[in-house]
Nanobody, 124 residues
């Protein structure tokens, strides 16, 4: 199983980034795939995910209206479009996949699979 995250970087407040998570080795069309993040000195939190078997989408409250998640089955890739970024969005973003649903992200449970993180820094 592999989850390869990319797209992090440094952006000014109000800017945008798009993260990608390219996967292999499990049933992409069945799994829930998304991102957790961890900021320095703070606990990990579930950010956003999409359940590919039924299209259900979850976003934590603090990113609703600013982040959008989408899935490309042909490429086994999930994308997280992040707009109107704030310094509070700074952290390492980890792509993850779980056979359960969005509850894993909302309740901050450990997913089945983790990818390496990609750093997002929002700073002026």
């Amino acid at each position: 199983v592999q989850l390869q995250a990319s797209g992090g970087g440094v952006v000014q407040p109000g800017g945008s980034l798009r993260l990608s998570c390219t996967t292999s080795g499990f049933n992409f069309d069945y799994y829930t795939i998304g991102w957790f993040r961890q900021a320095p000195g703070r606990e990990r939190e579930g950010v956003s995910c999409i359940t590919n078997r039924d299209g259900t989408i979850y976003h934590r409250d603090s990113v609703k209206g600013r982040f959008a998640i989408s899935s490309d089955s042909a490429k086994s890739t999930v994308y997280l479009q992040m707009d109107n970024l704030t310094p509070e969005d700074t952290g390492v973003y980890y792509c993850a996949a779980d056979s359960a649903g969005w509850g894993t992200w909302r309740l901050n449970y450990n997913p089945d699979y983790w990818g390496r993180g990609t750093l997002v820094t929002v700073s002026s």
